[in-house]
């Protein structure tokens, strides 16, 4: 008899020590406050879909990968509202509750990865578009002053021609003498990078302001562009 009742408590304790495991592995899930591998995989399909030209940035792999990853996630979420599901999770052991565990936290760790580098590649493309815009706006501008210079140049021909000549000529470079300064530019097989973008921003710039930093930014535009050693 006493052999029946110590084994009885064995077993009795060792069922309480599954419980308080599978509490404290629960009670762990439940303090972190952590994004659920739902709003993860929600987050990254929200970028996704906001990228400017997925079909250009995004790769088959990628797209296969999130396509799985947005089918697992929604499969977990039906079976975590389902009744059954919650009965079976109370019914595993220590180790299937362990194995179970490291199931989930190896499937936040590849969503969290994955988040990161989309992020990353947001972050990328956002900085691309900006530099690309500051571009196009300051070659408007540099583009409206020269034809502005142009007719300028034109009305005071035609009162030097109509006026004697005084001889006076004012001191350093005539006006608009580096607004008009031709950018020597090599085509390549793709479109110029953030760089190339960034240096021709920089020597627009300082022609619409018809600045005499000029040529010295167009000597370092063609030594490290157009002829690098």
Do not use: W
């Not at 220590?94 to 590649?121: F, H, M, P, R, W």
């Not at 815009?133 to 070659?139: G, K, P, R, T």
Request: charged share 35%; proline share 5%.
């Amino acid at each position: 008899v006493n052999d029946n009742l110590n084994l009885d408590l064995s077993d009795d304790e060792e069922l309480r020590e599954q419980l308080d495991m599978h509490s404290i592995i629960v009670s762990c899930i439940n303090d972190e406050p952590l994004f659920t591998a739902e709003q993860v995989i929600e987050e990254i399909e929200e970028m996704m879909q906001e990228s400017p030209d997925p079909e250009d940035d995004e790769t088959p792999t990628q797209s296969d990968h999130l396509s799985i990853l947005s089918q697992e996630i929604q499969t977990l979420k039906r079976s975590s509202t389902n009744n059954s599901y919650e009965e079976r999770v109370k019914r595993l052991s220590v180790a299937e509750l362990n194995e179970l565990l490291e199931e989930i936290e190896t499937a936040i760790k590849d969503y969290s990865e994955e988040l990161v580098q989309q992020l990353a590649l947001r972050d990328e493309l956002e900085f691309e578009k900006e530099v690309k815009n500051s571009f196009i706006s300051v070659l408007i501008e540099v583009q409206n002053k020269q034809r502005e210079h142009k007719e300028t140049a034109k009305k005071k021909k035609k009162l030097k021609n109509g006026s004697p000549q005084n001889g006076k000529q004012e001191r350093g470079h005539m006006p608009g003498t580096y607004l008009t300064t031709v950018i020597p530019y090599e085509k390549k097989n793709g479109p110029p990078s953030v760089e190339d973008l960034q240096t021709l921003t920089k020597i627009l710039h300082a022609m619409k302001e018809d600045s005499e930093k000029v040529p010295s930014l167009l000597t370092d535009y063609i030594l490290k562009v157009l002829c690098p050693t």
